[in-house]
């Protein structure tokens, strides 16, 4: 078995238009965790993502997300739009969804507000040369971000390759 941590990040625009319920947060373009296939070096190998966290310098939210993947990029959905997704036509590069918890901070002079999910079981077949995994971010609370909010997600992957 390996393990490999991925991430990406992303600056939200410099406004602080409400977000509803089930709209996408994000920069207008799809998040890409490079080489999280690289945990199954091997073409047929299974990847598991068992961990996610969140991380967001704005330390007063206390939003819910959810986090959607894909093995290729999806259509991209622009930052506060409501997330018109799954879609039938990505049945087939859909992975699924991570749900985080609400974020919260542990107490005075925190500089980010976080959310972990230690439980994630979701897992793809790694089967093309592309190695990322992609996704898209949604609030599943109504929140009013900060202006120019920064955004971090890490994924641990474990993978392991037909054969042993």
Same mark, same amino acid.
């Given at each position: 078995?390996?393990? =490999?941590?991925?991430?990406?990040s992303?600056?939200?625009?410099?406004?602080a238009?409400?977000?509803?319920?089930?709209?996408?947060?994000?920069?207008?373009?799809?998040?890409?965790?490079?080489g !999280?296939?690289?945990a199954s070096?091997?073409?047929?190998?299974?990847?598991?993502v068992?961990?996610?966290?969140?991380?967001?310098?704005?330390?007063?939210?206390?939003?819910?997300?959810?986090l959607?993947?894909?093995r290729?990029?999806?259509?991209?959905?622009?930052?506060?739009?409501?997330?018109t997704?799954?879609?039938?036509?990505?049945?087939a590069?859909?992975?699924?969804?991570?749900?985080?918890?609400a974020?919260?901070?542990?107490g005075?002079?925190?500089?980010?507000?976080y !959310? =972990?999910?230690?439980?994630?079981?979701?897992s793809?077949?790694q089967?093309?040369?592309?190695?990322?995994?992609?996704?898209?971010?949604?609030?599943?609370?109504a929140?009013?971000?900060?202006?120019?909010?920064?955004?971090?997600?890490?994924l641990?992957?474990?993978?392991?390759? =037909?054969?042993?």
């Amino acid at each position: 078995t390996m393990r =490999v941590r991925v991430s990406d990040s992303f600056t939200r625009p410099a406004n602080a238009t409400a977000y509803a319920a089930k709209d996408v947060v994000g920069d207008g373009a799809e998040l890409t965790f490079a080489g !999280a296939g690289a945990a199954s070096p091997m073409l047929g190998g299974v990847c598991t993502v068992t961990q996610a966290k969140l991380l967001t310098d704005q330390t007063t939210n206390t939003a819910r997300f959810r986090l959607h993947l894909y093995r290729s990029a999806p259509t991209d959905i622009a930052d506060n739009a409501a997330f018109t997704g799954p879609l039938w036509a990505d049945r087939a590069e859909y992975i699924g969804a991570i749900d985080f918890p609400a974020c919260g901070v542990e107490g005075t002079g925190a500089t980010a507000a976080y !959310a =972990v999910n230690p439980d994630v079981v979701l897992s793809w077949v790694q089967d093309d040369s592309d190695r990322n995994i992609y996704g898209v971010l949604e609030t599943l609370d109504a929140f009013t971000p900060a202006s120019g909010q920064n955004v971090y997600i890490e994924l641990t992957v474990e993978g392991e390759h =037909v054969g042993g």
